[in-house]
């Protein structure tokens, strides 16, 4: 079945930055689209970006544009999540999930970003 | 303030059928599917509708979805106390160029 493991969340100060990732087993990663959702402390869900099956395609969020890179290692069936200028508002619960133009299928564990100064 | 506009919370009791609403525009739910999650506090979303009206794969038969026009609806009949979550709706934005989530529905279960 899909499965998505998490890692590298933590504590930061603003202005750091700090890099997730995401492997994925299950199913072919190659030709599955990716994103990243993220959730605020007693928040709703916010979508944060996409990236191709190819990954020649990327999408961003106003709120992370020109911050965040999404990235894949198709050899490694890796994703990433490249987070720079770090704010106290990207203070959340991030999650990797699969689906070709909206989130569906799969869902990581999520894990906790914190910034703080 | 969300792009898909939903309820922030609804009640029902046991056995009764229950509709959460998810509003958008012609950028997003009136020309693109729409998605619903459900989540538990404190554990990850899960896919519930897929398609606007698709079942994803080990579902109730009780959770049904529809579209129209630039509103869709999550349909749950005979609620059971488990069905206590927040429930969200998602699709994409052709204008923001990205996917766009409501704002969560509280589903509270007297």
């Known amino acids: 079945q899909v499965r998505l493991v998490q890692s590298g969340g933590g504590a930061v100060q603003p202005g750091r930055s700090l890099r997730l990732s995401c492997i994925a087993s299950?199913?072919?990663?190659?030709?599955?689209?990716l994103h990243w959702v993220r959730q605020a402390p007693g928040k709703g869900l916010q979508w944060v970006a996409l990236?191709?099956?190819?990954?020649?395609?990327?999408?961003?969020s106003d709120s992370v544009r020109g911050r965040f890179t999404i990235s894949r290692d198709n050899s490694n069936n890796t994703l990433f999540l490249q987070m720079t200028r770090l704010t106290l508002e990207d203070t959340a619960m991030y999650y990797c999930?699969?689906?070709?133009?909206?989130?569906?299928f799969g869902w990581g564990q999520g894990t906790l970003v914190t910034v703080s100064s | 303030q969300s792009v898909l506009t939903q309820p922030p919370s609804a009640s029902g009791t046991p056995g009764q059928r229950l509709i959460i609403s998810c509003s958008g525009s012609?950028?997003?739910?009136?020309?693109?599917?729409v998605n619903w999650y459900q989540q538990v506090p404190g554990t990850v979303p899960k896919l519930l509708i897929f398609?606007?009206?698709h079942r994803a794969s080990g579902v109730p038969g009780r959770f049904s979805g529809s579209k129209s026009g630039v509103s869709a609806s999550l349909a749950i009949s005979g609620l059971q106390s488990e069905d206590e979550a927040d429930y969200y709706c998602?699709?994409?934005?052709?204008?923001?160029?990205?996917?766009?989530f409501g704002g969560g529905t509280k589903l509270t279960v007297l």
């Open positions: 999930t699969r689906g070709e133009v909206v989130p569906a």
């Open positions: 299950g199913f072919t990663f190659k030709n599955f689209a």
């Open positions: 990236i191709s099956s190819d990954g020649m395609n990327k999408y961003y």
């Open positions: 012609n950028s997003n739910i009136g020309s693109n599917d």
């Open positions: 398609i606007s009206d």
């Open positions: 998602a699709s994409w934005d052709d204008s923001l160029n990205g996917v766009v």
